[in-house]
Every structure is written in structure tokens, then in C-alpha cells.
């Protein structure tokens, strides 16, 4: 195999140009990583299991109308996805207290809150990710105020649809974190798309019934059988077969190559829709 240009390096994804313009690869590694990176660790086949997750949910999404930057599975562990401008945020809806908010406003632990929480982080790991306002944003000019509203209102509809998703398989969304990117046409046309990756790694999966943490969390807090809770989401998801795929601490990698790829047939049919021509609308107060 030739050797590849790596783009960029995250904690758990590898993002290598692509086989064509507008493209890039996304590697899934097995890396886990907690406290913006002071813990660290490994887990064979956490990636193969976070890309068939991300690729179906981002499949999901796009059936109803979330463009997103995924277009097809490659192998076990890499994506094809379109080349985005990203945007310097992380987009975190919440809908139970959880992590930092529940550390934050001493709220306790599963609390169900009152309504979705839409937060917004700074993405810089030197200033580890800072909580910033709307005001912040469009201050520094990191979205403009209809960007803005378009993302909160995206955002607030993949929570919505995956709430009930995630109940229909017995899981409870707590909260999730997302990331977007702007994609520019030809004739200077500007579209939103949903990238990054959804998955155990930046999803709170809890058990419907016991509230077994399905998620980081159980590395996090040294909770132990981190790749069996990312197995029992894929395999819920009907995305491995039953008893999964990781044997004895080791990937079958022969039963994971044989997995079908996926394939976002939407995402290259539906036409994008612009917003770099739309009035912007006045701000809520």
C-alpha cells in the first residue's frame, strides 16, 4: 500500500487525504482516552466496533434529512467522508445529568433534567475545551447567528431522533456530543454537515433497565468491560452478530472483514441545502 498523507491525528481517529478531491479517509483507532488525554489506554477492536456505529447512525440520520459528512465504509476501521471546513466547537446536548454538568451545578447523577441542554465548547485541548455562550460565538466569529440557529436546530432533531432510537433497543440517551463543518459549492454556496463520529466514545448509553453505563464512562471511572459495553451497542444495533466479535481479549478479524460495508446512498442523492443565500433571522431575547 502506498503511503498515505495524514491530515490530522486525534486521540481516536486518524484522518488521512482522500482517494479523491473533497475527500478524506477516517481511521478509527483502538486508543481510549480520558481527562483531554492524561488517561490512556488501548482496547482491541474499539475501533472496528466505533466505525460501524458512527457509519450506521450517520446513515440513520441522513434518511431523516441530517446531511452529514459520512459517504461510505471502506473497510473495518476507515470511513470515506467529505471534506469539511471544521467548525471550532463541540456541540454537547444533554438530557440527563451527567459528567461535568452534574460536577458543575452539584445536580446529582441521573437526575432527568427538565428539558434538553444544548452546550457549546471551545475545541482547544491547550485551554481544555473551555464551556463558551452563543455570545461567544458569534463574538469571535466562529458562526454567524443563522449558522447558529441552524446547528441548535439540528442538533436538537438528531437528539430527538436519537431518544428514540437508543429506547427502541433499551439503551437511555443521556447526552452526546457532536461537531460540524462547513462544506463550500462551486458557485461559493455554503451547507452545514454533521461530522466527527457518533458513538460509545462520545455518546452517555445507559441500560434502560439497570442503568449500566454502555459508554467511555466505564473507562473513565475504571469500571472495567469497556469493549463488552461497546459490543452490546453494536450488536442491539444489529451491526455485529450475537456475542460479537472480540474473542478472548483478541478481534476475529476475520469475522469483522467479513461484515457488510455501509453505504450512505441518501447522502449522495439528496441535494444539499444552501444557507449562504438565506436572510438571517432575528435573534431570540
Given at each position: 500500500m502506498s503511503r498515505r498523507k495524514v491530515i490530522y491525528e486525534g486521540k481516536a481517529k486518524i484522518v488521512y487525504d482522500g482517494p479523491e478531491p473533497g475527500t478524506f479517509i477516517q481511521y478509527f483507532k483502538d486508543d481510549l482516552t480520558a481527562g483531554n488525554g492524561e488517561k490512556k489506554s488501548s482496547v482491541a477492536g474499539k475501533g472496528v466496533l466505533n466505525n460501524r456505529i458512527s457509519a450506521h447512525l450517520m446513515t440513520r440520520l441522513e434518511a431523516i434529512g441530517i446531511p452529514t459528512h459520512f459517504i461510505k465504509s471502506i473497510n473495518m476501521r476507515e470511513q470515506l467522508v467529505r471534506?469539511?471546513?471544521?467548525?471550532?466547537?463541540?456541540?454537547?446536548?444533554?438530557?440527563?445529568?451527567?459528567?461535568?454538568?452534574?460536577?458543575r451545578l452539584g445536580i446529582k447523577e441521573g437526575t432527568v433534567l427538565p428539558r434538553p441542554i444544548v452546550e457549546f465548547y471551545y475545541k482547544k485541548d491547550e485551554l481544555n475545551d473551555p464551556m463558551v455562550s452563543e455570545d461567544h460565538i458569534i463574538a469571535f466569529n466562529w458562526l454567524d447567528p443563522y449558522e447558529l440557529e441552524e446547528i441548535i436546530a439540528m442538533s436538537w432533531r438528531v437528539n430527538d431522533y436519537l431518544n428514540g432510537l437508543f429506547s427502541g433497543i433499551g439503551l437511555r440517551l443521556v447526552d452526546f456530543k457532536l461537531e460540524y463543518g462547513r462544506l463550500w459549492g462551486e458557485q461559493g454556496e455554503l451547507y452545514l454537515l454533521l461530522a466527527d463520529e457518533i458513538s460509545p466514545d462520545n455518546c452517555r448509553l445507559w441500560d434502560a433497565t439497570t442503568n449500566e453505563k454502555m459508554d467511555k464512562d466505564r473507562f473513565r471511572q475504571d469500571l472495567g468491560g469497556v469493549i463488552e459495553a461497546y459490543q452490546q451497542v453494536a450488536e442491539r444495533l444489529g451491526l455485529v452478530p450475537k456475542g460479537g466479535i472480540i474473542e478472548g481479549g483478541s478481534i476475529n478479524e476475520q469475522l469483522a472483514a467479513s461484515l457488510s460495508e455501509i453505504d450512505n446512498e441518501l447522502g449522495r442523492e439528496r441535494g444539499l441545502r444552501s444557507i449562504s443565500k438565506m436572510p438571517t433571522k432575528p435573534r431570540k431575547t
Amino acid at each position: 500500500m502506498s503511503r498515505r498523507k495524514v491530515i490530522y491525528e486525534g486521540k481516536a481517529k486518524i484522518v488521512y487525504d482522500g482517494p479523491e478531491p473533497g475527500t478524506f479517509i477516517q481511521y478509527f483507532k483502538d486508543d481510549l482516552t480520558a481527562g483531554n488525554g492524561e488517561k490512556k489506554s488501548s482496547v482491541a477492536g474499539k475501533g472496528v466496533l466505533n466505525n460501524r456505529i458512527s457509519a450506521h447512525l450517520m446513515t440513520r440520520l441522513e434518511a431523516i434529512g441530517i446531511p452529514t459528512h459520512f459517504i461510505k465504509s471502506i473497510n473495518m476501521r476507515e470511513q470515506l467522508v467529505r471534506q469539511l471546513d471544521m467548525i471550532p466547537l463541540e456541540v454537547v446536548v444533554r438530557n440527563i445529568a451527567a459528567g461535568s454538568i452534574a460536577k458543575r451545578l452539584g445536580i446529582k447523577e441521573g437526575t432527568v433534567l427538565p428539558r434538553p441542554i444544548v452546550e457549546f465548547y471551545y475545541k482547544k485541548d491547550e485551554l481544555n475545551d473551555p464551556m463558551v455562550s452563543e455570545d461567544h460565538i458569534i463574538a469571535f466569529n466562529w458562526l454567524d447567528p443563522y449558522e447558529l440557529e441552524e446547528i441548535i436546530a439540528m442538533s436538537w432533531r438528531v437528539n430527538d431522533y436519537l431518544n428514540g432510537l437508543f429506547s427502541g433497543i433499551g439503551l437511555r440517551l443521556v447526552d452526546f456530543k457532536l461537531e460540524y463543518g462547513r462544506l463550500w459549492g462551486e458557485q461559493g454556496e455554503l451547507y452545514l454537515l454533521l461530522a466527527d463520529e457518533i458513538s460509545p466514545d462520545n455518546c452517555r448509553l445507559w441500560d434502560a433497565t439497570t442503568n449500566e453505563k454502555m459508554d467511555k464512562d466505564r473507562f473513565r471511572q475504571d469500571l472495567g468491560g469497556v469493549i463488552e459495553a461497546y459490543q452490546q451497542v453494536a450488536e442491539r444495533l444489529g451491526l455485529v452478530p450475537k456475542g460479537g466479535i472480540i474473542e478472548g481479549g483478541s478481534i476475529n478479524e476475520q469475522l469483522a472483514a467479513s461484515l457488510s460495508e455501509i453505504d450512505n446512498e441518501l447522502g449522495r442523492e439528496r441535494g444539499l441545502r444552501s444557507i449562504s443565500k438565506m436572510p438571517t433571522k432575528p435573534r431570540k431575547t
